[in-house]
Protein backbone atom coordinates (compact mmCIF):
# COMPACT_ATOMS: atom_id res chain seq x y z
CA UNK A 1 0.00 0.00 0.00
CA UNK A 2 0.91 3.49 -0.26
CA UNK A 3 1.88 6.18 1.87
CA UNK A 4 -1.25 8.01 0.52
CA UNK A 5 -3.81 5.56 0.54
CA UNK A 6 -5.20 3.53 3.62
CA UNK A 7 -7.71 1.06 3.98
CA UNK A 8 -10.88 1.97 6.34
CA UNK A 9 -13.26 -0.08 8.64
CA UNK A 10 -15.91 1.86 7.27
CA UNK A 11 -15.13 1.32 3.46
CA UNK A 12 -13.37 -2.13 3.93
CA UNK A 13 -14.07 -3.08 0.28
CA UNK A 14 -11.64 -0.39 -1.46
CA UNK A 15 -8.45 1.63 -1.17
CA UNK A 16 -9.12 5.03 -0.11
CA UNK A 17 -6.59 7.49 -1.76
CA UNK A 18 -5.34 11.19 -0.40
CA UNK A 19 -6.31 13.82 -2.65
CA UNK A 20 -7.27 17.17 -2.37
CA UNK A 21 -10.16 19.12 -3.57
CA UNK A 22 -11.52 22.85 -3.79
CA UNK A 23 -14.91 21.11 -4.80
CA UNK A 24 -17.26 20.86 -1.52
CA UNK A 25 -17.85 17.86 -0.48
CA UNK A 26 -19.80 15.40 1.84
CA UNK A 27 -17.95 13.27 4.24
CA UNK A 28 -19.41 9.43 4.23
CA UNK A 29 -17.84 9.55 8.12
CA UNK A 30 -19.54 12.15 9.79
CA UNK A 31 -22.51 13.05 6.98
CA UNK A 32 -20.76 17.05 7.15
CA UNK A 33 -19.20 19.37 4.57
CA UNK A 34 -16.02 19.31 3.45
CA UNK A 35 -13.00 20.80 1.52
CA UNK A 36 -9.36 20.47 0.55
CA UNK A 37 -7.46 17.17 1.85
CA UNK A 38 -9.95 14.23 1.97
CA UNK A 39 -9.28 10.55 1.50
CA UNK A 40 -11.81 9.00 -1.69
CA UNK A 41 -12.86 5.83 -3.22
CA UNK A 42 -13.48 7.06 -7.21
CA UNK A 43 -15.22 4.00 -7.47
CA UNK A 44 -17.68 4.25 -4.90
CA UNK A 45 -18.57 8.07 -4.51
CA UNK A 46 -17.23 7.51 -1.10
CA UNK A 47 -15.14 10.60 1.24
CA UNK A 48 -13.80 10.79 3.93
CA UNK A 49 -12.44 14.23 5.98
CA UNK A 50 -8.76 13.91 7.55
CA UNK A 51 -10.12 14.07 10.72
CA UNK A 52 -12.57 10.76 9.85
CA UNK A 53 -10.47 8.95 8.05
CA UNK A 54 -7.21 9.02 10.82
CA UNK A 55 -9.44 9.33 13.75
CA UNK A 56 -8.13 9.77 17.38
CA UNK A 57 -9.25 7.11 19.69
CA UNK A 58 -9.87 9.58 21.79
CA UNK A 59 -8.92 12.71 23.05
CA UNK A 60 -9.25 15.59 25.70
CA UNK A 61 -10.25 19.53 24.63
CA UNK A 62 -9.35 22.62 26.26
CA UNK A 63 -13.17 23.92 26.69
CA UNK A 64 -13.98 20.55 28.95
CA UNK A 65 -11.18 19.75 31.03
CA UNK A 66 -13.00 16.91 32.82
CA UNK A 67 -13.92 15.52 29.59
CA UNK A 68 -12.66 12.42 27.91
CA UNK A 69 -14.10 12.28 24.46
CA UNK A 70 -13.95 8.59 22.83
CA UNK A 71 -14.27 8.09 18.79
CA UNK A 72 -17.66 5.99 18.01
CA UNK A 73 -18.47 5.36 14.01
CA UNK A 74 -22.53 6.22 15.21
CA UNK A 75 -23.85 8.42 17.84
CA UNK A 76 -24.52 6.76 21.31
CA UNK A 77 -28.26 5.37 22.30
CA UNK A 78 -31.19 6.19 20.55
CA UNK A 79 -32.59 9.74 21.19
CA UNK A 80 -30.97 12.80 18.64
CA UNK A 81 -27.95 13.89 19.78
CA UNK A 82 -26.00 17.30 18.62
CA UNK A 83 -22.35 19.04 18.53
CA UNK A 84 -21.76 20.90 21.52
CA UNK A 85 -19.52 23.06 19.18
CA UNK A 86 -21.73 24.06 16.20
CA UNK A 87 -25.22 23.04 17.84
CA UNK A 88 -25.62 20.27 14.60
CA UNK A 89 -26.91 17.26 14.63
CA UNK A 90 -24.52 14.50 14.85
CA UNK A 91 -25.41 11.24 12.83
CA UNK A 92 -22.38 9.80 12.07
CA UNK A 93 -18.69 9.52 13.58
CA UNK A 94 -18.61 11.46 16.87
CA UNK A 95 -16.29 11.96 19.41
CA UNK A 96 -18.17 11.17 22.67
CA UNK A 97 -18.03 11.62 26.28
CA UNK A 98 -19.66 9.02 28.34
CA UNK A 99 -19.67 10.75 31.46
CA UNK A 100 -20.67 13.87 30.64
CA UNK A 101 -22.62 13.06 27.64
CA UNK A 102 -21.11 16.17 25.29
CA UNK A 103 -20.61 15.13 21.15
CA UNK A 104 -18.34 17.09 19.10
CA UNK A 105 -18.05 15.99 14.99
CA UNK A 106 -14.71 14.92 14.37
CA UNK A 107 -14.12 18.47 12.57
CA UNK A 108 -15.15 20.75 15.10
CA UNK A 109 -13.35 18.61 18.09
CA UNK A 110 -10.41 19.31 16.03
CA UNK A 111 -10.55 23.12 14.90
CA UNK A 112 -7.63 24.75 15.85
CA UNK A 113 -7.26 27.13 18.92
CA UNK A 114 -5.92 29.96 17.12
CA UNK A 115 -6.32 30.73 13.13
CA UNK A 116 -2.87 32.87 11.74
CA UNK A 117 -1.95 33.57 8.21
CA UNK A 118 0.39 36.16 9.44
CA UNK A 119 -1.96 39.57 9.07
CA UNK A 120 -5.47 38.11 10.12
CA UNK A 121 -5.56 35.85 13.97
CA UNK A 122 -8.76 34.51 15.27
CA UNK A 123 -8.97 32.97 18.70
CA UNK A 124 -11.55 30.24 19.58
CA UNK A 125 -14.17 30.72 22.19
CA UNK A 126 -16.65 28.87 23.89
CA UNK A 127 -18.43 31.77 24.76
CA UNK A 128 -17.92 35.47 24.36
CA UNK A 129 -19.72 38.92 25.25
CA UNK A 130 -19.80 40.44 22.13
CA UNK A 131 -22.04 39.56 19.24
CA UNK A 132 -22.09 37.76 16.50
CA UNK A 133 -21.85 39.32 13.06
CA UNK A 134 -23.57 36.64 11.62
CA UNK A 135 -26.62 36.61 14.12
CA UNK A 136 -26.10 39.53 16.07
CA UNK A 137 -26.47 37.70 19.27
CA UNK A 138 -23.76 36.65 21.92
CA UNK A 139 -24.44 33.65 23.40
CA UNK A 140 -24.76 30.25 21.40
CA UNK A 141 -21.89 27.87 20.08
CA UNK A 142 -18.48 27.98 19.94
CA UNK A 143 -17.03 31.37 18.52
CA UNK A 144 -14.23 33.22 16.95
CA UNK A 145 -12.68 36.01 17.40
CA UNK A 146 -10.51 38.70 15.99
CA UNK A 147 -7.46 39.49 18.39
CA UNK A 148 -8.75 42.91 18.08
CA UNK A 149 -12.55 41.49 19.34
CA UNK A 150 -14.27 43.57 16.92
CA UNK A 151 -14.78 40.55 14.23
CA UNK A 152 -17.15 37.31 16.12
CA UNK A 153 -18.69 34.68 14.56
CA UNK A 154 -20.38 31.61 16.10
CA UNK A 155 -19.41 28.32 14.97
CA UNK A 156 -23.22 27.68 14.04
CA UNK A 157 -23.99 30.30 11.98
CA UNK A 158 -20.80 29.41 9.95
CA UNK A 159 -22.27 26.36 9.27
CA UNK A 160 -25.39 27.95 9.03
CA UNK A 161 -23.68 29.84 6.27
CA UNK A 162 -22.65 26.71 4.29
CA UNK A 163 -26.13 24.91 4.18
CA UNK A 164 -27.98 27.91 2.95
CA UNK A 165 -25.39 28.35 -0.02
CA UNK A 166 -24.54 24.82 -0.63
CA UNK A 167 -27.64 23.20 -0.22
CA UNK A 168 -28.46 22.41 -3.93
CA UNK A 169 -25.38 21.16 -4.15
CA UNK A 170 -26.47 17.58 -2.18
CA UNK A 171 -30.02 17.98 -2.27
CA UNK A 172 -30.78 19.84 -5.73
CA UNK A 173 -28.84 17.07 -7.24
CA UNK A 174 -27.43 18.22 -10.25
CA UNK A 175 -24.46 18.17 -12.11
CA UNK A 176 -24.83 21.60 -13.68
CA UNK A 177 -24.67 23.00 -10.48
CA UNK A 178 -21.43 21.98 -8.87
CA UNK A 179 -19.20 24.39 -10.46
CA UNK A 180 -21.38 27.31 -9.20
CA UNK A 181 -21.88 25.58 -5.85
CA UNK A 182 -17.94 25.45 -5.54
CA UNK A 183 -17.13 28.76 -5.03
CA UNK A 184 -16.93 30.58 -1.26
CA UNK A 185 -20.23 31.30 -0.19
CA UNK A 186 -21.26 34.70 -0.63
CA UNK A 187 -20.73 37.15 1.94
CA UNK A 188 -24.13 39.03 1.15
CA UNK A 189 -26.23 40.04 4.08
CA UNK A 190 -23.60 37.97 6.10
CA UNK A 191 -22.26 40.60 7.78
CA UNK A 192 -23.76 43.14 10.01
CA UNK A 193 -21.90 46.32 10.83
CA UNK A 194 -22.53 49.09 12.89
CA UNK A 195 -19.41 50.94 12.94
CA UNK A 196 -19.90 55.15 12.85
CA UNK A 197 -16.98 55.54 11.08
CA UNK A 198 -15.38 56.80 7.45
CA UNK A 199 -16.46 54.98 4.36
CA UNK A 200 -12.84 53.91 3.72
CA UNK A 201 -12.16 52.87 7.52
CA UNK A 202 -15.95 50.89 7.36
CA UNK A 203 -14.56 49.18 4.09
CA UNK A 204 -11.28 47.79 5.33
CA UNK A 205 -13.18 46.78 8.52
CA UNK A 206 -15.66 44.48 6.27
CA UNK A 207 -12.45 43.31 4.11
CA UNK A 208 -11.64 41.97 7.13
CA UNK A 209 -14.26 40.47 8.59
CA UNK A 210 -14.82 38.79 4.99
CA UNK A 211 -11.56 37.54 5.17
CA UNK A 212 -12.15 36.28 8.54
CA UNK A 213 -15.11 34.24 7.59
CA UNK A 214 -13.35 32.63 5.08
CA UNK A 215 -10.25 31.38 7.40
CA UNK A 216 -13.40 29.87 9.74
CA UNK A 217 -14.98 28.40 6.71
CA UNK A 218 -12.39 26.41 5.89
CA UNK A 219 -11.69 25.14 9.39
CA UNK A 220 -15.00 24.42 9.82
CA UNK A 221 -14.84 22.00 6.59
CA UNK A 222 -12.06 20.42 8.25
CA UNK A 223 -9.10 21.87 6.35
CA UNK A 224 -8.03 25.46 7.76
CA UNK A 225 -5.08 25.85 4.83
CA UNK A 226 -7.78 25.22 1.88
CA UNK A 227 -8.42 28.24 1.17
CA UNK A 228 -6.34 30.67 2.62
CA UNK A 229 -3.26 30.26 -0.39
CA UNK A 230 -6.55 31.57 -2.70
CA UNK A 231 -7.58 34.05 -0.66
CA UNK A 232 -4.43 35.78 0.09
CA UNK A 233 -3.59 35.75 -3.82
CA UNK A 234 -6.83 37.51 -4.67
CA UNK A 235 -5.75 40.14 -1.93
CA UNK A 236 -2.43 40.91 -3.64
CA UNK A 237 -3.46 40.99 -7.19
CA UNK A 238 -5.73 43.86 -5.88
CA UNK A 239 -2.83 45.63 -4.13
Sequence with gaps: MKYNEISHFSHPQHILKFEYTEVPFKCDGCKEVGIGSRYRCSFCDFDLHMHCAIPSLSISHPFYTKCSFQFLSRPPGDTPRYCNACEKDVT?????????????????????????????????????????????????SWSYQSACKKYNLHVACVREILVENWHELYFGGGKGSRKLQSQIPSLKNTLQTAHKRSKGKVKKCCEMAALALQFIISAVLGDPTALIAGVIGALMSRA
Excluded: N
Aim: charged share 25%; glycine share 10%; net charge positive.
Design 92 to 140: GFVYHCKTCGFDLHPCCAKLPMVLDDGEVKLYLYRKVSSPCHRCGRKGR
